[in-house]
C-alpha cells in the first residue's frame, strides 16, 4: 500500500487536535471585577447611598398620602388626590432588594473573614431598617429565604420580619462593641454617615430599636413602654447625635438603574426634582395656624416654597425689582363649600383641569385671551385683573389679558387656571436637571425656562428637606424625643410628655437652624445673579421666640394633647415615611385609637378620590377605609413570585389589598392573619 | 507516490489506446428538464473517459462524437447527473431530473455529509435555489414560509429591514437570551443569526419593542444560494453540538459549472403598500372626564371628549402616514469552470423605503466561491462581504420614562389635530399643548420623530472557509476546514433637541453603539467507507473548535452644547459616558458517526459527540451525548409494482447537550460611583451561579416515506417528540432574590407533533403541467416542571397592554399568555361557573377583574401549512403558494391601545350615550343590572359618579377596574388565515433568441407577495410579533403598535449571457 503515507498523516491530523484546557479558560468577565473581589471599604458607601435613594422614594410617596405634599392628579403620584397609586409601587422594592440588599451578605461575608466586626454591624443595620421600611410598605415578603441565592424565595409574615429585624439591631449592637482584629480596615474609610464614630452607630442601633418598638403601640401584650424609654436613654442624645445622610450637588454621575444623580439628597430625587408637587393645604396649615392659634410658623418660609412675583425688568430685559410670592396649600380633602373657596373642588366645579397647572414666564408683553360665557365668573376675573394690576380688553365672553414682560402666568386659554401661579411647586435644581446656563453647584433655585433664568426670575425657591443638597436625616434626636413625648403621654405622665415635646420641637429648630446657617455661609443664599434667597438663611429668632410661647405650641403638660405631639412630630419630620407610619397607629383622623380623639384632624379622603375599588372600608372607623400597605411590586413579585405571595396572603393580589393592614397594624395576631386568610 | 502517478497514466494510456479501435460516429439529441419538460441550455455532455464535452445549445440539443458502447455524461446544476451507453441508435432523447423534485436522491446532512435519502433515519427537507426564488424575499427566513413542514416563520413587522423569526419543531427554551432559533450553517460554517439589541432604555432607549432589527441571516444575499436543507430533529443535528438543540439550516452556495463562463444579471422594482392599517373613530374629539362628570380638554390626547362639531376640520392622521415603499434590488453573477476548478462571483445590492416616511434598508453583498483539484486533494475557499444599513424610526415609548415612539402617536393622535403640523418656524417642535404642559410631561409629534431623529444601523459583515478534502484511499479521505465570521454593528441613535424627553434631554442625546462579532471554528474529519459483500459501513471521527469573542461599546451623551453639531465632542466632559462589553466563549467539540446498511434495504447509524464549553463550570464543562436512527426500505421486500414504487420507515433517537451564555457562573459588580471623598461598589443587578450543568435535550422521531404511481405522489410522514431538561436561563423572577435576572437550571419544555408533505404531478405533458406540494405541520409545546411557587415564566420583552407572553409551568403552554379577565359568578361552593354571567364590583359599578394573572389563550397554532402550485404552459409558468394558520391566539393590542385612548370604533356603542352593565353583584350575589347614561349621576361605594365618567370608564378603566379594555379576552381572537404569500407569474424568452449566441436566456417575472390575506382576525395583518427577537416563548401572536405588514408587487427581468 503505497497510500499508507498519507494514512499516518491522516491519523496524525486527526489526533493532533488534541483540547487545550487553559484554551477554555475564558470564563471570567474582563470589563467587569466580580463580587468576590471588591472590598469592603467601598460596599459601604454603595449601600448607604443607595439606602437613601431607597428611603427617598419611600418617603417621598408615603408622605404623598399622608397629605404633607400634594402631587398632580394627572401623575401617578396622585395619593393625595385620587388616591390611585403609582405603579411605579415597585421603587422603593427593587432599589432596597436590588441596589442595597444584594450587597449585605457580601459586606457580611467579607467582613467577617477580616474579622472587621463593625462592618459586619453596619451589614446588620441595614438589614434591620431596609426590612423593616419594606415591612412598613408591603406588610409580607420574602425574608428568611430572601438573597440566599433561592430564586423563587418563599415570603414570611410581618412578625417574622419584625422580629428578625429587632434580632439584627441586637447583634449589631454587640458587634459594634467589639474591637475589631488587626489589619481589619477602619470603619472611618469607609462610612459616609457617621464617618465610623461607633458609638454613634450604637446609638442609631437604640435609637431604630425604640422607633421600632413605638410600632407596635396597637398591640396590648407586646407594647413595652419602658422599653422604649430605656432604648431612647442609650439612644441619640443631642442633635450631635444624629445620623445623616451627606448630600451634594458637585457632580452629574448617574446611577446605574434609574439614571438618577448619585450625590444628591434621595427625598429630593422624587420630592423636588419634577414639578409636580406642591405644599398640600393640611401641612400648610399646620405651619400657619397650628392648633387654631393664627400665628406663623417660622419653619414656614423655609418649608413652603415661593416665587418671584410682581416682576420689572431692565432695558436687558434682567429682573431688577421683584417679591416674593409665598405658595398657598393645594386643598385636595376638602370638598366644595363656601368656606374652602380654593379647593380644587371648589376649582372643578367650574370645570376644567383637575391638576394644578405649572407657571410659565412671560419673556416679552404676552396676550392671552379667555373665554368667559359665565357673567359671574367673568366679572369676578376682570376684577381680579383689576386687583393685580394687568391690562386687558373685553369683547363679548372674550377678556384679553396682557402679561407684562418679567410675569408668571399659566399658559393656558382656560381662565379657571389662571390663578394656579399661586401654588409654587417645590422644585429645586441641580447640576444635571436644572435650568441649563444657570445652574451650578449652588445654585439651585428653580427658573421657569431659560429665558426666565438668564433674566433672573426664579420660579422656586424650593423646601428645606428636598432640595439636592438637604441632608437626608436617617435618624434624628428630634424624632427621638416625639417618641418619649408620646409614650409619656400614653403613659399619662404629662408633665414628661410635655418636657419631651418641647425638647423635640426645640431640636428640630434647632437643627434646621445649623444647616441654613451652614448654607448661608456656604453662598447658597444667593442666586446666580446675585438675588438673596432668604428661604436659604438663618430664622429669625425673634420669630422663634414669638413661635414658642404663642399659643400655636402647647404651654403646659396640662393642655397638652397627642394630637400637639404627632401634629409637631408630622412637621418635624416632614418627608419621612414615618409620618405615615403614625397616621396608621392612629388611624388617620378615625379617632378612635385609646381616649387620643382625632389626631391628624381634617384628613380625609378629597373631591377627587376615585380609590372606591381599593380603600374598600365603609366609614373612617372601619380599618380599611385607610391605605394600610402598598400592594406587592406587579411585575416583580405579583408577576413572578405570585405562586408564594399568595401562599402568604391570599388577598395580594386584590385590588384592595391596599387597604389590609400590616402586622403592627392589628392589635392582635388574630386580627392579622385574618385578612391574610382566603 | 510516483509510482502511483505512473501506474495512473498507464492506465489512461491503456484505455485511449483500446478506445481507438471503436467506430466512432457523431451522436445527436436533445435535453429536457423533468421540472417543466423545457429544452435546457448549457447541459454539459461528456463522453465518460475522454476529454470530449460539449453543452446543449439554447434550444437544448447538442451534438458529440461518440462510438458504441461508450457512455455519454449528462451533467447540470441542481439536476441528478445522468449516464447512458451508447448503443444503435444516432439519436438521444435526455430528460434530467432536478434534485429537488425528487425523494430519494442525495441530500446534505449534518456537518455537510451528503447522504442518500432513503439511508436517513430522521427528517430532512431541502429546498433548492429555484424554490427559494419563487417569492424572493431579502431576508431568507421569510422566504421559508410556508415551505417546510415544521418550520414557523414570523416577521416582526412591515418596517424596511425588519427581521423574523423561525422555529423548528417549537421552541426548546425558556429563556429570553435563547432565541430558540436554528443553527444556520453555510458552506460548513456556522453564520450567526442573532437579533441584537445593541442599546438598552437607559443610554438610547432601544429595546426589542420600539425600533425594527434585523436577524442577521439577511446578510446573506438569497441568490447566492444554490441549496437549502432543513434538519429538524436533533437526530440530524446531534453531530452539530450544543448549539443545535433547535434544528439546523444548512446552505450551499452557487458554484461555477464546468464549462463557457457564464453571466446572469436579474433586476426588480416593486412597490409595497401597508396592507391593513387601523382604523379610528372620527366622532368624538380630544378629552376626558373626571369622577365628577367635568371634562378635561386640557392636555388631552385622549379622545374621551365631546362629539366633534360639524363643522370642524378632520385629518386622517393614520391613513396620510404611511407611504408607498420602493425596493431596487439588482443582482448579477458569473460564474465558469474547468475540469479541476470553478468559480463563482457576484454582487447585489437591495434598495428599499419604507411605508413609514424616513425608514429604508439598503444592502450590498458580494460573494467569491471557488474550487480547485489537485489530485486527490480538492481544496475550496468561499467568502462574502456584505453591507446592510437600515433607517429605522422609533416605534414606541423611547427613552426610560419620556414620550411615546412615532407609531404609538400615530394610532393615538386625535383626529381633529393635523399630525403634519409638527414644527414652529422657529424649528421646536410643534405642541398642541405647549403652553400647559411642560415638555417632559408631552408627547412627541410622529412626524417630529420621523424627521428629527435619526436612528440607523449598519452591520458590515465578511464571512469566509477555506475546506481541503484530501482522498487518501477510495475508503478514507479526510476533510479539514476553517471558518470565520465577523461583523460590526454601528447603531447610531439621536435624539433631537427639544423632544419630549426628561429634562435632562431636552438639549439632544446622541449613543453610539458598536457591536463586533468574531467567530472562528475549526474542523477536521476523517470519514472511512467500505463495502464488505452485502454490508456497506461507514465510519466517521472529527474534532472541531469553536472560539466566539463579542465586544460591545457603548459612548452615550446629551446636552449639546452649541446647536447643530451633533457630536460628543459638543457634549461637556461630564455628559458624556462609554463603557465596554466583552463576551467570549470557546469550545471543544470531539465527535464520531459509524453507519452500516445491508443491501439498500435497512440501514443503521450512530453519533457521539461529546463537548467541552468554556461557559460552564469546570467540573461541568465536559459532557457526552448520543443518538441512534435507522431506516427500513421495506419496499425492497415487495415485489416491484406502480402503486407502491418505494416505502420506507425510519426511527431516531437523539440527546443534545447545550452549554450557557458566557460569563454567567459569576456575579460581577458595577462600576465603581464617587461621592465626595468616597467611592462605593456594588454587585450588578444580575447574579451568576457557580453550579451550572448543561441543558440536556432528549427526542425521537418516527416517520416514513412513501412513493406512489411511479413517484407521481410522494408522501412524508412524521411524527416526533422531545424535551429539553435542565433549561438554562436567566429570568427575570422575585427582586428579594437581590438580583432582577437569575442564572439557573431549572424546568422542562416538552415539544410534540408531527409533520406531512405530499408532492404530486397532477399533469406532465410536454407544453403543460401542473405541480402540487402541500405541507402541513402541527406541534404541541408544553413547559414541564418548574422552579417551585413561580406560577409563570415571562420573556420580559414581550409584555403589552393587559398581557404577558408567559409559559406556564407544569403542563401549560410553552406559548400561553396570561392576561386580565372578567371573573364569572361563583357556584354554591364558591368556584367559578364557566360562561355564568359576570361579577360586577360594587366599589366601581364595573365588572370585577380577575388579576391572578389568568391564562388567557395559547399562541401555537393548532397547524399551519403550505399550499404550493406550479403550472407550465409552453413558455409561461404560474405558481403561487398559499400559507395556511389553523388556531393560535392573537392578541390586539394596538386596538387595546385604541380603546385606552378613545379612538376605537367599538367606543361608539350608543353613540357613548349609555353602557349597560348586566351581572350578580360580587360581594351580594345579587343580580346586578344598571344602565349608566350621559349625564346622570350614579352612587357607586362611597362616591357619587358621573354617567359620562362611568361610560369612559366602562370602556377604558385603568389599574384593576373591570373595563372593556382590561378584559383580555376582548382582543383575543383564534385567528385562522389563509395567505397568498406568494404570486409569481414568468415569461421565458428563450423562444425569441434563436441565431444568436451572446444571450443564452431572458425571462421576465411578476409577482406579487401577500396580495390576500383571508382571516378571521379584526386588526392588522395577524402575522406579528410585537418585540422581535425576544427569546423563550417570544412575541408572536402580541400585536401592538407595530408597523402594519405590506404587500408588494414586483416586476423583474432575468438575463444570461
Redesign the interface.
Known amino acids: 500500500m503505497?497510500?499508507i503515507?498519507?494514512?499516518i498523516?491522516?491519523w496524525v491530523?486527526?489526533f493532533s487536535?488534541a483540547?487545550c484546557k487553559k484554551?477554555?479558560?475564558?470564563?471570567?468577565?474582563?470589563?467587569?471585577?466580580?463580587?468576590t473581589s471588591?472590598?469592603i471599604q467601598?460596599?459601604?458607601?454603595?449601600?448607604?447611598?443607595?439606602f437613601q435613594y431607597t428611603s427617598g422614594v419611600s418617603n417621598f410617596r408615603t408622605s404623598v398620602a399622608a397629605g404633607v405634599y400634594y402631587s398632580n392628579a394627572?401623575t401617578g403620584n396622585a395619593l393625595a388626590t385620587t388616591w390611585?397609586a403609582h405603579t411605579g409601587n415597585t421603587t422603593p422594592?427593587?432599589q432596597w432588594?436590588?441596589?442595597?440588599?444584594?450587597?449585605l451578605?457580601?459586606l457580611y461575608t467579607s467582613a467577617q473573614q477580616q474579622g472587621a466586626y463593625h462592618y459586619m454591624a453596619v451589614a446588620d443595620v441595614f438589614h434591620a431598617m431596609g426590612f423593616m421600611l419594606m415591612l412598613d410598605i408591603y406588610g409580607e415578603?420574602?425574608y428568611t429565604?430572601?438573597?440566599?441565592?433561592?430564586?423563587?424565595?418563599?415570603f414570611d409574615d410581618g412578625k417574622t420580619i419584625y422580629n428578625g429585624c429587632l434580632s439584627k439591631l441586637n447583634e449589631a449592637i454587640s458587634l459594634f462593641s467589639k474591637t475589631q482584629e488587626s489589619g481589619a480596615p477602619a470603619l472611618s474609610t469607609?462610612d459616609?454617615w457617621n464617618n465610623g464614630d461607633v458609638n454613634k452607630w450604637i446609638k442609631l442601633c437604640w435609637g431604630l430599636k425604640a422607633r421600632y418598638m413605638l410600632r407596635l403601640s396597637k398591640k396590648a401584650n407586646l407594647y413595652n413602654a419602658d422599653s422604649i424609654l430605656y432604648c431612647l436613654s442609650k439612644g441619640p442624645q443631642s442633635n450631635a447625635d444624629n445620623t445623616i445622610g451627606?448630600c451634594?450637588n458637585n457632580?452629574?454621575?448617574t446611577?446605574?438603574?434609574i439614571?438618577d444623580p448619585?450625590?444628591t439628597n434621595g427625598n429630593w430625587d422624587y420630592a423636588a426634582e419634577?414639578?409636580n408637587q406642591r405644599i398640600s393645604q393640611f401641612h400648610y396649615n399646620l405651619l400657619t395656624n397650628m392648633r387654631g392659634a393664627g400665628v406663623t410658623d417660622p419653619r414656614m418660609s423655609k418649608i413652603v416654597p415661593a416665587t418671584m412675583a410682581n416682576i420689572k425688568l431692565d432695558a436687558n430685559g434682567k429682573v431688577i425689582d421683584y417679591t416674593w410670592n409665598r405658595s398657598i396649600g393645594v386643598d385636595s380633602y376638602n370638598s366644595q363649600n363656601a368656606q374652602n373657596p380654593l379647593s380644587l373642588a371648589n376649582r372643578?366645579?367650574k370645570?376644567?383641569?383637575?391638576s394644578i397647572?405649572?407657571e410659565?414666564y412671560a419673556a416679552t408683553n404676552t396676550n392671552i385671551i379667555y373665554a368667559i360665557i359665565d357673567a359671574t365668573d367673568r366679572a369676578n376675573f376682570i376684577a381680579a385683573q383689576v386687583a393685580a394690576g394687568r391690562p386687558y380688553t373685553t369683547s363679548g365672553n372674550n377678556v384679553t389679558v396682557t402679561y407684562k414682560a418679567g410675569s408668571k402666568y399659566?399658559?393656558?386659554t382656560?381662565y379657571i387656571?389662571a390663578g394656579d401661579t399661586a401654588y409654587v411647586n417645590l422644585r429645586s435644581c441641580s447640576?444635571?436637571?436644572?435650568t441649563?446656563g444657570v445652574n451650578s453647584e449652588k445654585e439651585l433655585n428653580w427658573y421657569p425656562s431659560v429665558a426666565a433664568g438668564a433674566a433672573g426670575a426664579i420660579g422656586s425657591t424650593g423646601s428645606f428637606q428636598v432640595r439636592p443638597v438637604s441632608d437626608q436625616e436617617i435618624l434624628t434626636y428630634h424624632e427621638m424625643c416625639f417618641i418619649k413625648a408620646e409614650v409619656y403621654m400614653r403613659k399619662a405622665d404629662n408633665a414628661s410628655a410635655y418636657t419631651a415635646y418641647r425638647a423635640g420641637l426645640q431640636a428640630h429648630l434647632d437643627m434646621m437652624q445649623a444647616k441654613l446657617t451652614q448654607w448661608k455661609a456656604g453662598g447658597y443664599n444667593k442666586s446666580a445673579v446675585g438675588f438673596t434667597i432668604p428661604d436659604m438663611e438663618p430664622m429669625d429668632q425673634a420669630a422663634i421666640n414669638t413661635y414658642l410661647s404663642s399659643n400655636a405650641v402647647a404651654q403646659d403638660g396640662g393642655t397638652l394633647t397627642m394630637s400637639d405631639i404627632m401634629l409637631q412630630k408630622y412637621v418635624a419630620m416632614g418627608c419621612s415615611i414615618e409620618n405615615w407610619n403614625d397616621m396608621r397607629r392612629f388611624n388617620f383622623s378615625a379617632g378612635n385609637v385609646g381616649a387620643f380623639g382625632v389626631v391628624y384632624p381634617g384628613y380625609d379622603?378629597g373631591?377627587?378620590?376615585?380609590g372606591?375599588?381599593l380603600y374598600?372600608g365603609?366609614g373612617k372607623t372601619d380599618p380599611r377605609y385607610w391605605m394600610r400597605r402598598w400592594k406587592l411590586?406587579t411585575?416583580?413579585?405579583?408577576?413572578?413570585?405570585?405562586?408564594?405571595a399568595?401562599?402568604i396572603n391570599a388577598h395580594a393580589?386584590?385590588?384592595?389589598a391596599w387597604s389590609i393592614p400590616i402586622w403592627w397594624d392589628c392589635a392582635t395576631d388574630d386580627e392579622y392573619y385574618g385578612y391574610l386568610k382566603q | 507516490?510516483r509510482?502511483?502517478l505512473y501506474l495512473r497514466c498507464l492506465s489512461i494510456g491503456l484505455f485511449l489506446s483500446f478506445t481507438c479501435f471503436a467506430q466512432e460516429r457523431t451522436i445527436t439529441g436533445s435535453v429536457i428538464s423533468n421540472v417543466d419538460n423545457n429544452p435546457m441550455t448549457g447541459v454539459s455532455v461528456t463522453v465518460k473517459g475522454k476529454n470530449l464535452t460539449t453543452q446543449t445549445n439554447a434550444n437544448g440539443t447538442f451534438s458529440i462524437t461518440a462510438a458504441k458502447g461508450q457512455i455519454l455524461q449528462f451533467s447540470y446544476v441542481g439536476f441528478t447527473s445522468y449516464e447512458t451507453t451508447i448503443g444503435n441508435s444516432d439519436r438521444l432523447e435526455v430528460t434530467l431530473t432536478s434534485l429537488q423534485t425528487q425523494l430519494g436522491e442525495v441530500v446534505v446532512t449534518a456537518l455537510g455529509i451528503k447522504k442518500e435519502r432513503k439511508a436517513l433515519g430522521y427528517s430532512v427537507t431541502d429546498l433548492s435555489a429555484q424554490e427559494l426564488m419563487k417569492n424572493k424575499n431579502t431576508n431568507l427566513v421569510n422566504s421559508l414560509a410556508g415551505k417546510v413542514p415544521g418550520v414557523n416563520v414570523t416577521q416582526f413587522s412591515g418596517a424596511p429591514g425588519a427581521g423574523a423569526s423561525i422555529t423548528i419543531r417549537g421552541g426548546n427554551s425558556t429563556s429570553d437570551s435563547r432565541q430558540n432559533q436554528p443553527l444556520f450553517v453555510v458552506d460548513g460554517v456556522i453564520y450567526d443569526n442573532s437579533t441584537t439589541v445593541t442599546g438598552n432604555t437607559?443610554t438610547d432607549g432601544l429595546s426589542r419593542s420600539n425600533t425594527t432589527y434585523s436577524n442577521r441571516v439577511m446578510d446573506i444575499n438569497p441568490e447566492d444560494i444554490e441549496s437549502l436543507s432543513v434538519l429538524k430533529g436533533s437526530a440530524a443535528a446531534a453531530l452539530y453540538g450544543s448549539r443545535a438543540a433547535d434544528g439546523v439550516v444548512i446552505i450551499t452556495t452557487k458554484k461555477g459549472a464546468e464549462g463557457k463562463v457564464s453571466v446572469n444579471f436579474n433586476s426588480k422594482i416593486s412597490t409595497s403598500w401597508a396592507n391593513k392599517m387601523p382604523e379610528a373613530q372620527t366622532i368624538f374629539g380630544p378629552g376626558s372626564y373626571?369622577?365628577?362628570g367635568?371634562?378635561?380638554t386640557?392636555?388631552a390626547y385622549n379622545s374621551w371628549g365631546a362629539k366633534i362639531p360639524a363643522d370642524s376640520t378632520l385629518y386622517d392622521n393614520i391613513g396620510d402616514f404611511f407611504q408607498q415603499g420602493a425596493i431596487y434590488d439588482n443582482n448579477i453573477n458569473v460564474s465558469g469552470g474547468s475540469k479541476n476548478g470553478s468559480f463563482y462571483l457576484s454582487g447585489s445590492n437591495f434598495k428599499q423605503t419604507g411605508i413609514v416616511p424616513s425608514t429604508a434598508y439598503d444592502k450590498t453583498t458580494f460573494r467569491f466561491n471557488a474550487e480547485q483539484k489537485y489530485g486527490?486533494l480538492t481544496l475550496n475557499a468561499n467568502v462574502a462581504y456584505s453591507v446592510a444599513k437600515t433607517d429605522r424610526t422609533l416605534t414606541t415609548a423611547g427613552l426610560?420614562g419620556s414620550g411615546v415612539g412615532s407609531m404609538q402617536g400615530v394610532y393615538g393622535w386625535p383626529q381633529t389635530f393635523n399630525m403634519k403640523n409638527y414644527i414652529n418656524p422657529d424649528g421646536t417642535q410643534h405642541r398642541p399643548y405647549?403652553?400647559?404642559l411642560?415638555l417632559?410631561n408631552d408627547i412627541d409629534n410622529p412626524y417630529w420623530i420621523i424627521n428629527q431623529d435619526k436612528l440607523t444601523s449598519q452591520t458590515n459583515r465578511f464571512t469566509g472557509g477555506i475546506n481541503g478534502n484530501?482522498k487518501?484511499?477510495n475508503w478514507?479521505d479526510?476533510t479539514?476546514r476553517v471558518g470565520y465570521d465577523q461583523y460590526a454593528t454601528n447603531d447610531y441613535t439621536y435624539i433631537a433637541p427639544g423632544s419630549a424627553l426628561s429634562?435632562?434631554y431636552q438639549?439632544g442625546r446622541l449613543s453610539k453603539d458598536l457591536y463586533n462579532y468574531t467567530y472562528i471554528t475549526?474542523t477536521?474529519m476523517?470519514n472511512f467507507h467500505k463495502t464488505f459483500g452485502d454490508f456497506d459501513a461507514h465510519l466517521m471521527?472529527?474534532?472541531t473548535?469553536e472560539n466566539t469573542k463579542n465586544v460591545g461599546q457603548n459612548h452615550w451623551g446629551y446636552?449639546f452644547v452649541t446647536a447643530g453639531t451633533i457630536s460628543f465632542n459638543n457634549i461637556a466632559t461630564?455628559?458624556k459616558f462609554f463603557t465596554?462589553?466583552?463576551i467570549?466563549?470557546?469550545?471543544?467539540g470531539?465527535y464520531g458517526e459509524v453507519g452500516v446498511s445491508y443491501k439498500d434495504l435497512i440501514y443503521l447509524t450512530a453519533t457521539g459527540r461529546n463537548d467541552?464549553?468554556?461557559?460552564?463550570p469546570i467540573e461541568n464543562?465536559s459532557y457526552f451525548y448520543p443518538s441512534v436512527s435507522g431506516s427500513f426500505v421495506f419496499t425492497k421486500l415487495l415485489p416491484k409494482n406502480n402503486i407502491l414504487s418505494f416505502g420506507k420507515v425510519r426511527a431516531s433517537w437523539a440527546r443534545v447537550g447545550k452549554d450557557a451564555n458566557?460569563?454567567a457562573?459569576?456575579?460581577?459588580?458595577?462600576?465603581?460611583?464617587?461621592?465626595?471623598s468616597?467611592?462605593?461598589?456594588?454587585?450588578?443587578?444580575t447574579?451568576?451561579n457557580p453550579l451550572l450543568v448543561p441543558e440536556i435535550q432528549d427526542s425521537w422521531e418516527i416517520g416514513g416515506e412513501f412513493r406512489l404511481l411511479n413517484g407521481r405522489i410522494g408522501l412524508d410522514y412524521t411524527y416526533y417528540h422531545s424535551q429539553t431538561q435542565n433549561q438554562i436561563a436567566q429570568?427575570?423572577?422575585?427582586?428579594?432574590?437581590?438580583?432582577?435576572l437569575?442564572s439557573?437550571n431549572?424546568g422542562s419544555v416538552i415539544n410534540e407533533g408531527m409533520e406531512m408533505a405530499v408532492t404530486g404531478k397532477a399533469i406532465s405533458k410536454k407544453d403543460f403541467g401542473w405541480d402540487v406540494v402541500v405541507n402541513f405541520s402541527h406541534n404541541k409545546g408544553r413547559l414541564g416542571a418548574f422552579?417551585?411557587?413561580?406560577?409563570?415564566f415571562?420573556p420580559t420583552d414581550a409584555q403589552f397592554g393587559t398581557v404577558?407572553a408567559a409559559s406556564v409551568p407544569n403542563g401549560g403552554y410553552f406559548l400561553g399568555m396570561t392576561g386580565t379577565i372578567f371573573l364569572h359568578e361563583l357556584d354554591s361552593k364558591g368556584v367559578e361557573i364557566p360562561n355564568g354571567r359576570y361579577q360586577v364590583?360594587p366599589?366601581?359599578g364595573l365588572y370585577k377583574?380577575n388579576?391572578?394573572?389568568p391564562v388567557v389563550g395559547n399562541r401555537e397554532p393548532d397547524f399551519i401549512g403550505g399550499l404550493e402550485n406550479s403550472f407550465r404552459y409552453k413558455q409561461f409558468s404560474l405558481s403561487f403558494l398559499l400559507d395556511i394558520r389553523k388556531g393560535g391566539d392573537v392578541y390586539n393590542g394596538t386596538e387595546y391601545a385604541m380603546m385606552v385612548n378613545g379612538l376605537s370604533k367599538q367606543t361608539l356603542l350608543n353613540d357613548r350615550k349609555s353602557v349597560t352593565v348586566t351581572g350578580v353583584n360580587s360581594v351580594t350575589g345579587a343580580d346586578f343590572n344598571q344602565t349608566y347614561t350621559s349625564g346622570q349621576n350614579y352612587t357607586?361605594?362611597?362616591?357619587t359618579q358621573s354617567g359620562d365618567y362611568l361610560i369612559q370608564q366602562y370602556w377604558a378603566a385603568g389599574?384593576?377596574?373591570g373595563s372593556y379594555a382590561n378584559n383580555s379576552m376582548n382582543f383575543i381572537t383564534s385567528v385562522n388565515w389563509l395567505k397568498l404569500r406568494a404570486l409569481a407569474l414568468t415569461y421565458d424568452f428563450i423562444g425569441l433568441l434563436k441565431n444568436q449566441t451572446v444571450i443564452k436566456g431572458i425571462s421576465a417575472t411578476v409577482t406579487g407577495s401577500n396580495l390576500f390575506t383571508w382571516t378571521n382576525y379584526k386588526g392588522m395583518d395577524p402575522e406579528v410579533s410585537a418585540a422581535g427577537g425576544t427569546g423563550g416563548s417570544g412575541s408572536t401572536g402580541i400585536d401592538y403598535l407595530g408597523v402594519p405588514a405590506v404587500s408588494s408587487f414586483t416586476f423583474g427581468i432575468n438575463l444570461k449571457f
Open positions: 503505497k497510500n503515507k498519507y494514512i498523516l491522516g491530523v486527526v487536535a483540547s484554551w477554555l479558560d475564558v470564563n471570567t468577565d474582563p470589563d467587569n471585577p466580580n463580587n471588591v472590598l467601598n460596599r459601604v458607601p454603595w449601600i448607604e447611598h443607595f394627572a390611585i422594592y427593587q432588594f436590588v441596589t442595597t440588599a444584594s450587597n451578605n457580601d415578603m420574602p429565604q430572601a438573597l440566599t441565592g433561592n430564586p423563587s424565595p418563599g469607609a459616609m451627606p451634594y457632580s452629574t454621575a446611577d446605574y438603574l439614571g448619585v450625590v419634577g414639578s372643578l366645579a370645570g376644567g383641569a383637575t397647572a405649572l410659565s399659566i399658559n393656558s382656560n387656571l447640576l444635571q436637571y436644572g441649563t379622603h373631591p377627587l378620590f376615585a372606591s375599588s374598600t365603609a411590586p411585575t416583580l413579585e405579583l408577576n413572578y413570585n405570585l405562586t408564594n399568595l401562599a393580589n386584590d385590588a384592595n | 507516490m509510482k502511483l437607559g373626571a369622577s365628577n367635568v371634562l378635561n386640557t392636555n486527490p426610560y405647549a403652553g400647559t411642560a417632559e484530501f487518501i484511499a478514507w479526510i479539514g429634562l435632562t438639549k475549526t477536521v476523517s471521527l472529527g474534532t473548535s446636552n461630564g455628559n465596554d462589553a466583552t467570549n466563549k470557546r469550545l471543544v470531539a467541552w464549553s468554556s461557559t460552564l464543562r458566557a460569563y457562573t459569576l456575579t460581577y459588580v458595577n462600576s465603581p460611583i464617587t461621592i465626595g468616597y467611592t462605593g461598589i456594588g454587585n450588578q443587578y447574579s451568576g429570568p427575570r423572577l422575585s427582586n428579594a432574590s437581590g438580583y432582577i437569575t439557573i431549572s422552579l417551585p411557587g413561580v406560577a409563570y415571562y404577558k364590583d366599589t366601581t377583574l388579576t391572578n394573572n357607586i361605594g362611597s362616591t389599574g384593576t377596574v
